[in-house]
């Protein structure tokens, strides 16, 4: 069995953003040589997702007003976390969105449907972050 | 290590459905003759989930005018994604209810729990589209 | 390949209940010898999560409140699978927080940020019910 691993850091400028990172994970997946198996990509920060979806800016607009409307970040004192920060809202958007995906790998590739791509979605951003990238197979 | 892969295709006759595959999986792992390790199941289109919850009508009755409360389809015109589709609802539904499931392999089962049954959630059908089992083990 | 089983049970006093089970899966990981690999926990009901989030009682109040406010326990009477049960809006909480997590495994440990713990999330209580821990690798 071969494994690998490897962090990749983003720093996005505004508090939430979400970040294509499927070359970046396709890169890490050429350098493992693993050609069967599987690969977890997962958000090492509990304010932020790994999740596929479609790359549309209209939808990431569509997906920023959404999670505001079912975990709104103003007013910040309504949530108990709140004390010291004010990113509660984050952990709820996170869990809506999820922490991790595993997408499998098949005759080295990422084994995926037509318009899946890799999201990094920062909710608390403005600070260096990271995702690890495991992945195990021969 | 062993691995195995094959697609599974759906064509719900309805926009919204949820579709019991769990019979379909067992077989995919009957195929692989893997024993023990891991087993992904994802859906390729990013408007449908793999989800793991109960076969039970009512419940599923109750997902669905959850989902469209949560997270409505019409009016269309609110979701920037909805310039020459109809479909941005289902890819927030398709976030609640998740885009896989990674299910343990025991003595060559799907190790579960009593009630644990796996779905196709459909949310934008009357298409065919199609559904990941990925087996690594050994 | 290594691979490695195990079952925690919990009976949380409550109907909701959020229990830190990290200590547990790494006596698990320990127990294992794995040293690379992937590591699957995952609640074996289907009103209950494992997910990954802070180990703040703030927060773990908020999400409660959260949870509450996306899927409303009463009145019971609004969800058709309450029939014999009460437990609908457990089933849709369990979706929101997530049935599982996957967990890189390097160096025989939990390869985790700063803040990561492994939460057991229960939503349907009082009674006994049970995580797997799978693992698979060498």
């Excluded at 720093?11 to 493992?32: D, G, K, W």
């Excluded at 090492?44 to 007003?65: C, K, P, Q, R, W």
């Excluded at 997408?103 to 318009?115: C, S």
């Amino acid at each position: 069995m071969k494994h690998y691993r490897k962090e990749l850091w983003f720093e996005a400028p505004t508090r939430r953003a979400f970040i294509n990172i499927t070359r970046q994970v396709e890169e890490c997946l050429r350098e493992s040589s693993i050609k069967q198996g599987l690969l977890l990509c997962n958000a090492m920060h509990i304010t932020a997702s790994v999740f596929i979806n479609d790359d549309e800016s209209g939808l990431h607009h569509d997906y920023e007003v959404w999670l505001e409307k079912l975990a709104p970040h103003a007013p910040v004192e309504q949530y108990r976390h709140n004390g010291y920060e004010d990113n509660a809202d984050a952990h709820m958007k996170r869990q809506i969105m999820g922490r991790e995906v595993v997408v499998a790998v098949t005759d080295g590739q990422l084994d995926f449907g037509t318009w899946e791509q890799i999201f990094y979605g920062e909710f608390d951003g403005r600070r260096k972050k990271r995702v690890l990238v495991k992945i195990i197979g021969e």
